[in-house]
Antibody
Framework: EVQLLESGGDLVQPGGSLRLSCAAS????????MSWVRQAPGKGLEWVSV????????VYRDSVKGRFTISRDISKNMLFLEMNSLRAEDTALYFC??????????????WGQGTMVIVSS | EIVMTQSPATLSFSPGERVTLSCRAS??????LAWYHQKPGQAPRLLIS???TRATGIPARFSGSGSGTEFTLTISSLQSEDFGVYSC?????????FGQGTRLEIK
């Protein structure tokens, strides 16, 4: 079955750290750029970061630059998001999402179910 | 950052009716526009890419149009399973941005 499964979300204090993971299965993981997208409770979707099929081409939204690090392990079909210096405004459901495999930036044709991150004291 | 604005915020229609949702970009994004459908507690599902191309498995009652800054998603004959939130997304510029969503309620 083609799927993405996120894990690692938790309740963490402001200033704390978390590492999110996303396990891919059922497709050639090395063939797609992957992103993290988050959704705060009751809010719209917000793109966080992207990494290309080879592990390069990394881009972050400004609000997470210097605090979040995206990476992938192609040998294990895994995507990661290392989050440091967490803030209350980082509280959200974090989705990993697969880009449509085509040239250039593309929309997301496969999403996981998300993992919840709550930043609160 | 390109701001995506969706209107209206909420819609309520009966099954069988035709529904039109709008999405406006704060700057031209050519045809780099996608539409997603999200039900409560579920992940988004890609409906339309390239402003008008239906994704795999998406019924023909869904159609998209527009280019530049003005885009439309039309559901030709609303089905009960179409309730939920519809979001547009531009992928022409970084950062990628989404609209705030239009909630579609079934009467």
């Amino acid at each position: 079955e083609v799927q993405l499964l996120e894990s690692g979300g938790d309740l963490v204090q402001p200033g704390g750290s978390l590492r999110l993971s996303c396990a891919a299965s059922g497709f050639t993981f090395s063939g797609n750029s992957m992103s993290w997208v988050r959704q705060a409770p009751g809010k719209g979707l917000e793109w966080v970061s992207v990494i290309n099929h080879a592990g390069g081409g990394i881009v972050y939204r400004d609000s997470v630059k210097g605090r979040f690090t995206i990476s992938r392990d192609i040998s294990k079909n895994m995507l990661f998001l290392e989050m440091n210096s967490l803030r209350a405004e980082d509280t959200a459901l974090y989705f990993c999402a697969r880009e449509v495999p085509a040239a250039g930036t593309q929309p997301f044709d496969l999403w996981g179910q998300g993992t919840m991150v709550i930043v609160s004291s | 950052e390109i701001v995506m604005t969706q209107s209206p915020a909420t819609l309520s229609f009966s099954p069988g009716e035709r529904v039109t949702l709008s999405c406006r970009a704060s700057a031209s994004i050519s045809s780099s526009l996608a539409w997603y459908h999200q039900k409560p507690g579920q992940a988004p599902r890609l409906l339309i890419s390239g402003a008008s191309t239906r994704a795999t498995g998406i019924p023909a009652r869904f159609s998209g149009s527009g280019s530049g800054t003005e885009f439309t998603l039309t559901i030709s004959s609303l089905q009960s399973e179409d309730f939920g939130v519809y979001s547009c997304q531009q992928y022409n510029n970084w950062p990628l941005t989404f609209g705030q969503g239009t909630r579609l309620e079934i009467k």
